[in-house]
């Protein structure tokens, strides 16, 4: 599933607006997000008010199940907070495994940032 929302964000000039995030994106249904992504495009955006780049605002799920891919991507800035996004993943997971079975279960990673990201995407 790829899911895209409307959520409010900021920048650091004071701008606030709506702007639309994506929750998760599916690289099988939709490959081209992956090119987004590699462009660390996804999550993020242009102040059009003083012109900044603000990148990776909002975490997002990405998978790609041809490749055994699912992964958590958060903003570097939620680096302090891994233990308690790692808790909240577990937990998710193991419900996950109770009402799905484990046959096809792909085993949630967790990074920081789209540095970490690219380097298991590609």
Not at 28 to 45: A, M, S, T
Not at 51 to 60: A, P, Q, T, W
């Amino acid at each position: 599933m790829t899911l895209l929302r409307k959520y409010e964000a900021g920048c650091k000039c004071g701008y606030a607006g709506e702007v639309e995030f994506y929750d998760s994106i599916n690289i099988k249904l939709y490959p081209e997000l992956k090119n987004l992504v590699k462009k660390r495009i996804i999550n993020g955006f242009t102040c059009p008010k003083c012109g900044g780049k603000n990148e990776l605002l909002k975490n997002f799920l990405y998978t790609d199940t041809d490749n055994g891919l699912w992964i958590w991507c958060y903003p570097e800035r939620q680096r302090g907070d891994h233990e308690k996004i790692k808790k909240q993943i577990d937990s998710d997971s193991e419900a996950v495994k109770e009402k799905f079975g484990e046959k096809d279960f792909i085993e949630p990673k967790i990074v920081f940032g789209f540095d970490e990201l690219l380097k298991i995407i590609g």
